[in-house]
Structures are given as C-alpha cells and as structure tokens.
C-alpha cells in the first residue's frame, strides 16, 4: 500500500488534516484518507467505522462543498452526538424488535441500544471499530475488518471488505461490499451517509426543499417504536408517495401516523426491480438553491429514507452545526427486522455463501 497516493491535506478542499485523525485504538491506528477523482471530486474518509467525513462536488455555478454532514477530528467522531454519522453500519443496519432473534433453532440476545430495540449492529458495531486498509490508490480505498463470533451477539466469524472507489468519469462514489461467514447469521450492510446537498454549514440548512423521488410502489410500515408490522402497503394515496417529484417537507409534519412514529420520514422504501439483485436508480434529490442532483443507485432491495429528524444542532467539521431535519439519508438494505419476517427478503448468509452489494451516489446538476 502506497500511503502517498494523497495529496498533502493542507491542498485538500475538504481542509482535514492528518494529524488530526491520527490515534490508537484497539490496537490500531486511525487515519484519514482523501480520494480524488479527473472531475475534481473529492471525497475524505477515516478507516475509524469507515466514516465519510466529506465530499467535495461543485454547485451549478461551479462552487465547491462539502454535502455530507461529519466531523474534522477522530476525537469528535468516536464523541460525536450521533454515532452513526456518515458511518458504515453492521452486523445489521436499522432494528431488530426486543434485539432477538431465532436462527436455525437457535435464539439470540443482542444489545437494546434504541428504546426497546437493537440498532445499527449495537454500540460497538461496524461504525465503532478500527479497519485494516487492503489497497489504496487515488480515487479508491478498500478496508477490511473481521468480526468474531458472538461480537454483539451475533453468530459466526464473519469477514468484511468494503471499499470506496470515486468514478472518473463523473461524480459519483461507489460503495462495495463483501462479506464471508463460517457460521450461519445475519448480514445486512449500510452506509449511514447524511446528505445535505446545499452544503453543511452554520447552521446546516433545512433539507425541506429538496425535490425527491422515490422509485417505489410500496414501503414497510412500522409501529410506534419503528418496527415493522409485518405488512408492505402501497404508497398510493399517502405522503409516503414520492413516484412523482415531491419536496421532502411538503407532507412531513401531515397528520399520518407513519409520520408521526418517526417525527418525520423514517422508513424503508420496496423498490422497484425488475429483478432482485440488479444495480438500479432507486431515488433522486435535487436541492434547487445550489442545483446539485444526487442519484442513488443500489443491488439492495429496500432503501432507507430518513430525514435527520432527530439530529440536535450538534457541532461538525469546521464550526459547522447540524439542526433537526438539515440531512437526508439513503441507507441501501434489507428491510428492518427480517430475522423476525420470514416473508422479508432474506438476510441470512450461510458459510460457503458470499454476501455482496454495491450503492453508488452520484452528484450532477439538475435541470
């Protein structure tokens, strides 16, 4: 590996140095690692929960910002408020109901880390451990971690490798994922990335205007503590709608119950597939003050649709604050607690199996 692949920070847009990331941990050391790609993307990440700490990409005027809300030292994202920022997340990303669950005759406890549920992996899921760095290039870094059998309770040994790879031929970041097991158990890996695609600042602006579609006919509701029913229900009739162009706070505060569970949207979208596994659009957000059109592209079946609702105006990178409601997430997956659905697409993996999926954001100019 060629740790020289970077520019020095002080040249980076993103202004995050390398000191500033650099800590031992669990053995390991952190750092911080900026990928560029030929359009001037420029995308910084920490193998400390393979936390995205910004990305860089031009307005329709051609100003650079950053549109991802995270932090400027390994301090603040190992204290920060919201521990999953921008991070990767697993064993298992959204909620699992009482953190139980029966695989192969067997029942598992997890941690209760979100009211009576266990969340994103735990507390010291993916997003809370060091990764080992495998290759690295300018526009590309691959990490590694191995979870051991019964880490959060979960079953098997399991191995990961994700990566971050920028393409060159526009603006888009690719994530990767791959994970092996000896043991059967369940995987269902996410990137937590909160978006805000006017640009974090101080305060980071509301993301009510940003123009959304949704390329879903359906979605999972969910019970007042955000656990699935067991049903899918069409969007149809419903602000859960977003097959034609809506803004985000057009029909966020309506008197809905799925509304009011969540404060706010906070639910996994079916999406559309013509067949399960293929790479395809699953939403776009346009943010019209900048111009900036974020597409997300996904092999998963569901996509998480969150809206920051319960961000606290915490502090970020370079002073800047992070209200209620100022990001958006997409948060490509299996639906929450499928353990407890067997008629929810499956998140088991058996050893012999490989585990693999592929989210890409791509950032361009609206119309």
Sequence with gaps: M?????QPCGENLCMLNKEDFSKKIQQKETQLFVLHNAKGMEVAVTNYGCAILAIMVP????????VILGHDSIDHVIESPEPFLSTTIGRYGNRIANGSFTLEGKTYQLA????PNHLHGGPTGFH???WDVVEQTADSITFSYTSADGEEGFPGNLKVEMSYRLKSDCNALVIEYKAETDKTTLVNLTNHGFFNLAGIGNPSPSVHNNLLTIHADFYVPVNEVSIPTGEIRSVSGTPMDFRTPHTIGERIDDDFDQLRFGKGYDHTYVLNKREAGELSLGAECYEPNSGRLMKFYTTEPGVQLYTGNW????AGA???????RSAVCFEAQRFPDTPNHPHFPSATLHPGETYRQTT???FGIGE
């Design 311 to 314: 961000l606290g105006s915490f």
């Design 59 to 66: 307005d329709r005027e051609g100003h650079m910002a950053n």
């Design 112 to 115: 209760i880390n979100n009211g």
């Design 128 to 130: 809370a451990r060091v």
């Design 2 to 6: 060629d740790n020289n692949q970077n």
């Design 360 to 362: 890409v954001y791509e």
């Design 318 to 324: 370079h002073g800047a604050t992070f209200p209620e």
